[in-house]
């Protein structure tokens, strides 16, 4: 029986596919940097204004829209939230700039470094290229990057959003994102080990044809149980519970020192 990664052991990666790897293709928010928590505060007072605009008298804690709709960007969810109101014919658009620049503005005050993310990933920067592939805006990431002290890791030019880099806004689990990461990096789906939180992220990478591994580190732990399985479910590879735990894995393989 493989023991949860809450106890720090996760089950080892398939060496063939760990040595066919040039790529970390990381997701970005409650994956990098635990920014989901801080940006829903933001993200549901637009929410809610949203919300009595359209005369629907519903109203979201920033806890529950994160629960009912992590994985999702705003466009996604303003969306489906007009359609559920009966006003599907909604310009939703001047509202997801609001909501990108309150929340934009909210992380870049609140996030701070994570020194153990930012030691392993120096770590696996070493033998892989890391980019960032994420349903986020490009600014809400460009943001949280420089408030974590991850632009030197992963700079701009390494950053791919569902919502600004395609030509069709999307939002994970469609699979585009990945795709087009993977296009513009020159590499095939199979050489980019996607790390992944959610699970709409983990389905959209794995729809990809990227390898895939659910990473809990900043999931609230009383979510971290089920939230393994359903990583699990969606076809991750394997669960860790932090980078440093993804970096042992790998590093001796792609170093060398596993043979």
């Not at 029986?1 to 720090?8: N, R």
């Not at 939002?171 to 992944?196: F, H, M, N, T």
């Not at 669960?239 to 170093?255: F, I, K, Y």
Request: a negative charge.
């Amino acid at each position: 029986m493989t023991a949860s990664p809450t106890s720090g052991t996760a089950a080892a990666l398939p060496r063939d596919v760990v040595a066919g790897l040039t790529h970390l293709l990381c997701d970005a928010d409650g994956n990098l940097f635990p920014s989901e928590e801080p940006a829903f505060v933001a993200s549901a007072e637009v929410t809610n204004r949203f919300l009595a605009e359209l005369g629907d008298a519903r109203r979201y804690t920033p806890e529950e829209l994160r629960l009912a709709t992590t994985g999702m960007n705003f466009r996604t969810t303003s969306t489906r939230l007009a359609a559920e109101a009966g006003r599907p014919e909604v310009d939703v658009e001047p509202w997801v700039d609001e909501e990108r620049r309150a929340v934009t503005a909210y992380l870049g005050e609140h996030l701070r470094p994570h020194e153990p993310t930012t030691a392993a990933l120096t770590a696996l920067a070493t033998p892989l290229r890391l980019a960032a592939v994420s349903s986020s805006a490009l600014a809400r990431l460009a943001a949280c990057f420089t408030a974590t002290g991850l632009d030197g890791l992963i700079p701009p030019d390494q950053r791919f959003s569902a919502e600004d880099s395609l030509p069709v806004p999307t939002s994970k689990p469609d699979p585009a994102v990945y795709l087009y990461a993977c296009e513009q990096l020159g590499i095939a789906p199979a050489a980019g080990l996607a790390v992944e939180d959610s699970v709409p992220g983990a389905l959209s990478a794995v729809r990809a044809g990227c390898p895939t591994v659910g990473n809990l580190l900043f999931v609230q732990p009383a979510e971290r149980t089920d939230r393994e399985a359903a990583l699990r479910e969606a076809g991750v590879l394997t669960v860790v519970s932090s980078w440093q735990e993804l970096a042992d894995l790998l590093l001796p393989v792609l170093t060398g020192g596993g043979r």
